[in-house]
């Protein structure tokens, strides 16, 4: 009887929104079958949504190039090409258009029985005007902080942060109640960011440290690893470290302090320091990897004499306690 109010909410709906966006490039039904987490945003059971946007023809059955693009990555789709003496360059795309175009029954073969979807013109349209809105806020979140960050104003830029999580459809991290944060942790880390500067870090100049310790904020308080965004297009370093890496090393600075801190509080005796078994590991970050330290004379982390090319990735783990 109130069906037209049914299809007039989901439209209104930001999760309804979210999922049809997750079909843009073709996606599979299955993903959502029994996904509780979608359930719980959506009100209603993710599959039947899918219906819904099924009956309204902003879904349809997805086309042999979103099939075998679903189901194959390149490293797959390159030895199919060179088996069939085709081009292996391009992006993927071109691959999988290459494939079609020569063997096309094969490939219709190889993707049977997939169950995928993708959006319709309508579909699609409504999709991406929810994702530029979503761009939108995000942006402006982002630049409300980063001026904060420019007036030292630690205790409110975190709390907008906070608040932009409180209003996601999924909010970023596990069991955190971003609608009751505690900005402390948080204004503890951007003083330390600001404030000091980690001895791996000394052979950058003070200018360059000051671009550094703004973009290494924001990576900080929005829990990502690209710092780019926030640099000049032209930022340079000046030492062995990229931008990317340097800021990390901030980041794991503010880190190391407040644990040991905390350890101290805790009356924790003795750490052990962790260093990443990999080939990206140097030397030096080798040598103090499994050793235990008393808390006073932990060496600083990230480690100055780390020669690492993505910077140290050193970690202290609990030992002893008093």
């Given at each position: 009887m109130f069906g037209w109010l049914r299809k007039k909410d989901w439209r209104n709906s930001p999760a309804h929104l979210l999922l049809l966006s997750k079909f843009r490039s073709g996606d599979s039904t299955d993903r959502y079958r029994g996904a509780e987490y979608w359930e719980?945003?959506?009100?209603?059971?993710?599959?039947?949504?899918?219906?819904?946007?099924?009956?309204?023809?902003?879904?349809?059955?997805?086309?042999?190039?979103?099939?075998?693009?679903?189901?194959?990555?390149?490293?797959?789709?390159?030895?199919?090409?060179?088996?069939?003496?085709?081009?292996?360059?391009?992006?993927?795309?071109?691959?999988?258009?290459?494939?079609?175009?020569?063997?096309?029954?094969?490939?219709?073969?190889?993707?049977?029985?997939?169950?995928?979807?993708?959006?319709?013109?309508?579909?699609?349209?409504?999709?991406?005007?929810?994702?530029?809105?979503?761009?939108?806020?995000?942006?402006?979140?982002?630049?409300?902080?980063?001026?904060?960050?420019?007036?030292?104003?630690?205790?409110?830029?975190?709390?907008?942060?906070?608040?932009?999580?409180?209003?996601?459809?999924?909010?970023?991290?596990?069991?955190?109640?971003?609608k009751d944060y505690d900005v402390e942790p948080g204004v503890e880390s951007l003083k330390i960011i600001f404030e000091r500067t980690p001895e791996i870090l000394k052979d950058i100049e003070e200018d360059r440290l000051d671009k550094l310790r703004l973009s290494a904020a924001m990576m900080q308080l929005w829990g990502i690893n690209i710092a780019g965004r926030w640099l000049p297009d032209d930022f340079e370093t000046g030492s062995r470290l990229d931008s990317d890496a340097a800021c990390r090393m901030f980041v794991f600075y503010a880190a190391h302090l407040r644990n040991m801190a905390g350890y101290k509080e805790a009356r924790v005796k003795t750490v052990e320091v962790s260093s990443v078994d990999d080939g990206n590991t140097c030397a030096e970050?080798?040598?103090?990897?499994?050793?235990?330290?008393?808390?006073?004379?932990?060496?600083?982390?990230?480690?100055?004499?780390?020669?690492?090319?993505i910077g140290c990735r050193c970690t202290t783990i609990v030992g002893d306690f008093q």
């Open positions: 719980t945003v959506l009100k209603e059971k993710p599959l039947k949504v899918i219906e819904q946007f099924l009956k309204e023809g902003v879904l349809e059955p997805a086309g042999l190039q979103e099939l075998v693009d679903y189901k194959f990555k390149v490293s797959d789709l390159k030895p199919m090409l060179k088996e069939r003496g085709l081009k292996i360059s391009g992006r993927k795309e071109e691959l999988i258009q290459r494939l079609i175009e020569n063997d096309e029954q094969s490939m219709r073969d190889a993707t049977k029985g997939l169950d995928i979807y993708r959006c319709t013109k309508e579909g699609m349209r409504l999709a991406e005007h929810y994702l530029e809105g979503e761009k939108a806020k995000r942006d402006a979140a982002e630049r409300d902080v980063v001026d904060l960050l420019v007036r030292k104003e630690f205790s409110k830029a975190v709390r907008i942060v906070a608040q932009y999580e409180t209003y996601q459809i999924f909010p970023r991290g596990l069991g955190i109640d971003w970050c080798q040598k103090i990897g499994g050793k235990k330290y008393k808390v006073e004379s932990v060496p600083e982390l990230p480690y100055a004499k780390c020669t690492c090319d």
